[in-house]
């Protein structure tokens, strides 16, 4: 079951980073407060809850520990696999020079096979009932990417004429990536909202949380 936002992009070496998150209740906790709630477990069951997570999405799912993803994300269109530069026969002519003919007939590394990945926010969720109270813990990723210079070999680099004139850069690029992991969990009374923090990179943001009898 998935909840998904997609926007548009283009990008592996993968590092993961795992913090923890905080959540704030809208009221200080208290004995008679926990007593409060600790009553809910006595109530009758929900048996399906909305879940909206500010800033990200929202989603429809049932209290029986089954998962369910939410996402928004771009997709990181890279490519994976290229063929070697070309070389035409007027270019190996020795008075082939820029201003006889313009550019000269070389064809650069070329990307022939492409992957995508996913970037941006994916979010695990798992809930369960207890009583009329919800426990609902989760796994936020954030995934970033970003291409660069990948080539190596006898045909990376640069190409030039015999008169050093720069006919092509000859780029090849590939992505590398970074996934950060924000575990959260909170006991939530439907209708409350509750803050978490997630982390985008080693950047902290705030989000509601908000869980709703369906």
Do not use: C
Not at 9 to 19: F, H, P, R
Not at 29 to 52: C, G
Not at 80 to 92: D, G, Y
Not at 95 to 107: C, L, R
């Amino acid at each position: 079951m998935k909840h998904s936002l997609f926007l548009a992009g283009v990008a592996l070496a993968t590092a993961t980073v795992t913090v923890a998150a905080i959540s704030k209740p809208g009221t200080a906790l208290t004995p008679r407060r926990v007593a409060e709630i600790n009553a809910l477990s006595a109530e009758p069951r929900l048996a399906q809850v909305n879940v909206a997570i500010s800033g990200i999405s929202k989603i429809r799912m049932a209290t029986d520990k089954s998962k369910v993803t939410m996402e928004m994300i771009r997709e990181f269109r890279y490519p994976t696999e290229f063929a070697p530069p070309e070389v035409s026969k007027e270019a190996l002519k020795p008075k082939a020079k820029p201003e006889d003919g313009g550019v000269f007939p070389v064809t650069p590394t070329t990307p022939r096979a492409f992957e995508t990945l996913n970037t941006g926010w994916t979010i695990t969720l798992t809930a369960g009932a207890v009583g009329s109270m919800v426990e609902l813990y989760g796994s936020a990723d954030f995934v970033e990417a970003d291409l660069v210079n990948a080539g190596y070999g006898a045909l990376s680099g640069p190409i030039y004429s015999d008169d050093g004139i720069l006919i092509t850069p000859n780029k090849l690029q590939m992505p590398k990536s970074s996934t950060t992991t924000t575990r959260f969990h909170l006991f939530a009374v439907p209708g409350e909202s509750y803050e978490v923090t997630l982390y985008r990179g080693n950047k902290a943001e705030k989000h509601t949380v908000t869980v709703r009898p369906d």
